[in-house]
């Protein structure tokens, strides 16, 4: 039996929670996720504290007001990244389910879309979506699979990253059968793999990394590098690797030959005074200092030989074309009563809340658009 809704939101996280937030509450609403529970990626956020947004977001306001507006109050660290005043990320997703209690919303949980099909008026334009899913687990049987129709389709399924939360990347499928362009996709703001001697592994220092192409700096970041068994990490890396760009001409493997990773692990100290010195312990940590002789301390060069892959990235690069969305509405230009909001989209950022901002105001813009669009339709039938 087919269903009908005014609204169909394929997404329950972040981004897709805004948004359902936002749409009037007179508008009958039909939410799709893979998981059993809405907003489960936001649970694991900024390690399980959830950094909303950061003071340096054009929009961090917007975000501040949407959450003060449900209940949740928040705090601000010294380098401007905004939490929940409880600093449990739960409690995010929490709000935001509890913003949504008592509205008219199905939730279709545990389902997964295998199919989007425009539905044409008498005159050939879009009048309506129809979205097939099936069990998430994969289960195939004759009750299986369903259908709902929506006059409006807000598509808000996240990118590639995390696959265990559910991001597995099937929604670029099913954008590019509504028309739309993908572009390339990579794991972004994870670790880097690079050969260091096994007694580094698990060795924390503070110091400098410059990203180099071709032998020309591109990036640097500073801040507290991880070594690990099979790598670098930690937030100074995590920032670098939006910069990594294959072209599309290129191999991975190709690619990353015209990559290299400089260390500075003494970024107060000068050459001169780093070069006095007989070794490099009592700047670095024992480990380092068998390493890295004082001559190497400041310039360090590493070969990269991979970016960490989808299931430690923390986000996607790549995802809908931009020049085919009307970036304040979220509006389809090519596909009318087709929105889209969060990850899906070819839109990156560092750490410190800049994805998770993107993903609430998208939401937020989206709904408010759809709003808007509900009145004019109203008007128009009024007439």
Known sequence: MNQNYDVCIIGAGAAGLAAANVLDPALSICIIDKNEIPGRKILV???????LTNRAC???????DFFRGLGLETRCDEEGRYYPYSMVAADVAGVLRKGLEGRDIDW???????DIEKLPDEQGTTSGFKVRMTHADGREGRD?????????LLIAMGGKAAPRMGTTGDGYGLCKGLGHSVTRTYPIL????????????????RGRVCLMEDGKVIAEETGEIQFTRDGISGICVFDLTPHIKIRPSETPGEGLLRFTLKMDLAPEMSEEEVLSRADSFGIVTGPLAEWIPPSELKNKELKIDGVW???R??????GVALDEIDEETMASTICPGLYFAGEILDVQGPCGGFNLQHAWESGILAAKAINADFKIRDQIRER
């Open 190 to 205: 994870t670790g880097l793999s690079v050969d260091v001697p096994e007694n580094v592994a698990g060795v924390r220092a």
């Open 144 to 152: 299986d699979h369903e259908e709902i129709r929506a006059t409006i």
């Open 58 to 64: 054009h929009r961090y306001e917007m975000t501040l």
């Open 309 to 311: 892959g989808w299931d």
């Open 45 to 51: 956020t900024g390690g399980g504290r959830c950094n």
């Open 108 to 114: 279709k949980l545990k389902k997964k879309v295998t």
């Open 313 to 318: 990235a923390q986000a996607t690069a790549g």
